[in-house]
C-alpha cells in the first residue's frame, strides 16, 4: 500500500509499506524529489495480508511497483538529459515541458496508486467474502455432523432401551416361571407331606384301635381269670400253693403286657 505525508523539510514523502528500500521522484510544482520511505512492516498483518489472503496477487503488485519506479527512473534520467540538452536554448520551453511531463508523470502515479488501492480494495472485499462463505460452510456443516451425532447417540438410546426392556421381560419371564416351578414344587411337597401325615395318623389310629382290642381283650382275659380265682376261692376249691402259682402267673402276664 502508498500513503503520502510531509517531511519536516517540507518534501512530499510516498510511504511504501514492506518495500526494500526508498524510491525518490519530482513533485508537481517545485521540482523538488519525492521521497519514497519505506515503513516498518507489522508482520502480524502485512505478511497474513500477503501470503494467506492475497498470495500471488500482492506479490504481483510489489512486482508492478518495482517496474514503475524503474519507469520513473528511467524518465528522470531522460529529463535530466532533455534539461541539459536546453540549457543553453529556450529555458521557459525547457521548463513547460519539464512541467508538463512531471505533471503527467504525478497523474499517471496517482492514477496508477488509485488503481492498485481499487484492486486491493477488491481482493480485500473478495477474500472477506471468500472467508464468510467458507464460515457459513463451515458452520453449515458442524451443524450437520452434530445432527447427525445427535441422531446416532438418540437411535443407540432408542436400541439400548430397547434392549434393556427386552432383558427386563426376558428377567420377568424368568422369574414367572421360577416363581410357579417353586410354587408347584411347593404344592407337590405339601400334599406328599399330608399324604404321608394321613397315612402315618392312618397308621397310628389302626394301632390304637389294635391296641385298644388287644388291651380290651387281655383285660377281658384278665377279668375271667380273677372272676374265676374269685370263685375258686368262694369255693374253696384251689390250694394256696396253686393260688400263689396263679397268681404269680398273672402278675407276669400283666407285666408283659405292661412292657
Not at 168 to 177: A, I, N, S, V
Amino acid at each position: 500500500m502508498l500513503s503520502k505525508r510531509k517531511s519536516e523539510g517540507g518534501d512530499e514523502v510516498v510511504e511504501v509499506a514492506g518495500a526494500a528500500a526508498p524510491v525518490t521522484n519530482s513533485d508537481k510544482e517545485g521540482g523538488q524529489p519525492t521521497t519514497v520511505v519505506p515503513v516498518a512492516p507489522r508482520e502480524a498483518d502485512i505478511e497474513r495480508l500477503r501470503d494467506i489472503l492475497f498470495g500471488a496477487q500482492a506479490r504481483t503488485t510489489d512486482i508492478r511497483l518495482g517496474n514503475l519506479e524503474n519507469r520513473l527512473e528511467s524518465i528522470r534520467q531522460e529529463l535530466r538529459e532533455l534539461i541539459e540538452t536546453i540549457t543553453d536554448g529556450n529555458a521557459q520551453a525547457a521548463t513547460s515541458q519539464v512541467t508538463a511531463v512531471r505533471k503527467e508523470l504525478s497523474e499517471s502515479i496517482e492514477f496508477k496508486t488509485d488503481a492498485q488501492n481499487a484492486q486491493l480494495r477488491a481482493i480485500h472485499q473478495e477474500m472477506t467474502e471468500r472467508l464468510d462463505k467458507q464460515s457459513a460452510d463451515l458452520t453449515t456443516h458442524l451443524r450437520t455432523v452434530e445432527r447427525e451425532l445427535s441422531t446416532r447417540l438418540d437411535t443407540q438410546q432408542a436400541e439400548q432401551m430397547s434392549q434393556l426392556r427386552d432383558l427386563e421381560r426376558e428377567m420377568q419371564q424368568r422369574l414367572q416361571t421360577l416363581n410357579a416351578d417353586f410354587l408347584a414344587q411347593m404344592r407337590q411337597l405339601r400334599k406328599e407331606l399330608s399324604d404321608r401325615l394321613t397315612e402315618i395318623d392312618e397308621a397310628h389310629t389302626i394301632q390304637n384301635r389294635t391296641l385298644r382290642k388287644e388291651t380290651k381283650q387281655r383285660d377281658d382275659e384278665l377279668r375271667q381269670e380273677l372272676a374265676m380265682l374269685a370263685t375258686l376261692l368262694d369255693n374253696k376249691k384251689v390250694s394256696r400253693q396253686d393260688l400263689g402259682r396263679m397268681l404269680a402267673e398273672l402278675g407276669q402276664r400283666l407285666r408283659q403286657d405292661g412292657d
